[in-house]
């Protein structure tokens, strides 16, 4: 090889190699700015998945109500006569909204004037496990002077429903047929 | 050598006849020679083309008598600085120009003063063109010219180790002329060459002359030991004469090393072959062969070419690592706003308002759907249950009871005052924290109290 070839080649390699360890030490610097950037939108990221998993959890559980057969509760009223002796509960609206999918939210207030406060969890499992089912949100009860065991209860459940979604085969229809037993408020909005 | 060959052809001239041995090393480090017939020209240029063939070296060497070994002591104790200072040392010490001469520092020692010692090898650049004409007459051109004093030396060594702190004389007996080498152990001192060869017998010419370089460099009456070789060492009377006169004045014992007369071309052999100390190729500067001029240029070569590579690719790497870097960061800003579109619908969201957009949406969505999702939540009629068994349990009187999700209020009575107690124990094994207010009633034999517990909701 020529003298002048050979330097030729030595030169351009100290070059090139200069320019790589230039190009390493600015893309090592860049690289620093990048991990950064990186680690900010993944923690973005995360939020952003934690925030789809509660939003996929709702959405499921909304999926569960959707493949009820039945889409309206049971009335108070008539669990009330089913599982408490004696009492009649008083029936009132509280509170009502709309929620997703042509859902809604029902709050009522059932008062017990006098019952037997051991029938009381009877009266909650039965409205829990209805289908929609009830939820107890609020109790307040009060011991009667007169007897042992008695009390009133005024209980505020809540339940979601959907109008329109075709009954259940059994024609269970609480609300008409609770109007004409002598009906309570709650029946009274079941009338169109 | 900017190479180390596995093969070398080592050819010594002495006396018009040239004396070849060719040598390989195996993969294990071991040198195996083949000494080829001496004089035959044939053998000889077969030896050369075989050698030539499998990249091997020639190597020749520089007789003493046309260069010099020299120790010099250079004032410093630094070896680098004393580097710096040694051809000056040299220059003075010589009786010709430096210019006109090359030399190699082949060993560098400290001495008991703490100074550095450095051993020379130098020759005029005549004597060196006048050996390469001899050699090239003889039809070979040595890539490595080694000299013949240091050689002798290193193969004597190999071959006979040195006795410690015992003086040591090897006497090379040529055809033409007679080398005589001195060191002291395994320390290479000097080396001096006589023209003139032994004699078929006893001869007081010879005797007396080395008896005088002798005198000059040992002290009489010390030991020594006496080594023979070259190719006058295989005449038993010549070698026996020569130690009996000698050693009336350094008694020692007599070794003659075996293959007297290849002795030299081995050595040139072992150090083309071998790493080792005392190396030394005086074929430098002009004189250098154009085959070691090659493998210096390649070797230059490969290692710009190395270094270009080496470049490329750590361009290519950043190059390669920024595009991922990037790639990784797009990948992730598009998930980012697949995401956020799906869990947002219809909003527009500017870039990097990801979060507080996405969040907002949700939490207006989250109120139509939360109720389905407490609907799965513990029910509060469970833990009505338990506080009516915790007030069973402390055999207290209810009264009122107000339970809400995370608080309740409680109002009773009870027939001692430590029921109440019980009563907040087991409420607060429940998850509240109770506030129990109890009061003795005046008329009444039962104690009234008031609770008001936080937290503890399922």
């Known amino acids: 090889m020529k003298p002048n070839a050979l330097f030729i080649l030595q030169a351009c390699a100290l070059a090139v190699f200069l320019a790589g360890i230039l190009a390493s030490i600015v893309t090592f610097r860049q690289n620093l700015g990048l991990s950064d950037k990186i680690r900010n939108k993944n923690e973005t990221l995360s939020q952003l998945a934690a925030i789809k998993q509660t939003r996929d959890r709702h959405l499921a559980a909304l999926q569960a109500f959707e493949a009820l057969s039945n889409a309206v509760p049971a009335t108070l009223a008539s669990l009330g006569r089913a599982a408490v002796t004696n009492a009649t509960p008083e029936i009132r609206e509280r509170e009502s909204r709309n929620l997703t999918a042509g859902w809604t939210l029902r709050q009522m207030e059932a008062v017990f004037s006098e019952m037997n406060l051991s029938q009381l969890p009877d009266f909650l499992q039965a409205a829990e496990m209805q289908r929609p089912p009830w939820r107890l949100m609020e109790c307040t009860l009060a011991s009667s002077r007169q007897a042992d065991g008695l009390g009133r209860a005024v209980l505020i459940m809540e339940a979601a429903e959907k109008i329109g979604r075709q009954m259940p085969d059994d024609g269970r229809q609480p609300a008409r047929r609770s109007l004409g037993e002598g009906g309570t408020t709650e029946d009274r909005r079941r009338i169109p | ?458």
């Open chain 2, 1 to 458: 050598m900017p190479f180390r060959p596995r093969v070398c052809c080592g050819m010594t001239l002495s006396g018009g006849a040239a004396v070849m041995v060719r040598a390989w090393r195996s993969s294990g480090g071991t040198v195996h020679q083949a000494i080829l017939a001496p004089g035959d020209a044939a053998a000889h240029r077969q030896g050369l083309a075989e050698s030539d063939r499998s990249g091997g070296a020639t190597a020749g060497c520089l007789a003493v008598q046309e260069s010099l070994t020299l120790w010099l002591n250079s004032p410093l104790a630094s070896r680098a600085k004393a580097e710096k200072v040694l051809p000056s040392l040299l220059d003075i010490q010589l009786p010709f120009p430096l210019e006109d001469c090359l030399y190699q520092f082949v060993e560098f020692r400290r001495t008991s003063e703490g100074i550095v010692s450095a051993l020379v090898c130098a020759a005029r650049r005549e004597a060196i063109q006048a050996c390469l004409d001899r050699y090239q007459a003889q039809g070979t051109d040595p890539m490595l010219l080694d000299h013949e004093g240091l050689a002798l030396w290193t193969q004597s060594l190999a071959e006979c180790p040195a006795e410690p702190r015992r003086h040591r004389i090897l006497i090379y007996l040529a055809d033409d002329h007679t080398t005589l080498v001195i060191g002291c152990g395994e320390r290479y001192g000097t080396a001096h060459s006589l023209q003139m060869p032994p004699p078929p017998a006893a001869d007081d010419g010879l005797v007396n002359r080395l008896q005088l370089l002798l005198h000059a460099g040992l002290p009489a009456g010390v030991g020594a030991q006496w080594l023979f070789c070259g190719a006058r060492a295989g005449e038993t009377a010549v070698v026996e004469t020569l130690h009996r006169s000698l050693t009336r004045d350094w008694p020692g014992p007599l070794t003659r090393h075996k293959e007297p007369a290849s002795f030299l071309a081995r050595a040139l052999c072992e150090r083309a072959l071998k790493r080792g100390p005392l190396r030394c190729n005086l074929r430098q500067q002009t004189f250098t062969h154009p085959a070691v001029r090659r493998a210096v240029d390649g070797r230059a070569r490969n290692a710009a070419v190395g270094i270009l590579v080496a470049g490329l690719l750590l361009v290519g790497f950043s190059l390669t690592s920024r595009l991922l870097g990037e790639h990784r960061l797009n990948l992730i800003k598009a998930e980012i706003a697949a995401m956020a579109g799906e869990l947002a619908p219809g909003v527009t969201i500017p870039y990097g308002r990801e979060i507080p957009e996405v969040q907002k949406a949700w939490e207006k969505q989250a109120l139509l759907t939360a109720p389905f999702m407490d609907a799965f939540a513990p029910s509060l009629a469970p833990r009505l249950a338990e506080v009516v068994k915790a007030g069973r349990a402390s055999a207290v009187r209810f009264e009122t009871l107000s339970l809400r999700r995370n608080s309740l209020a409680l109002t009773g009575v009870a027939e001692d005052w430590d029921q109440c107690g019980q009563l907040e124990q087991r409420l607060k094994a429940l998850g509240y924290a109770v506030k129990l207010q109890r009061q003795e009633a005046i008329a009444e034999n039962e104690v009234r109290f008031t609770v008001n517990a936080e937290g503890g909701g399922p």
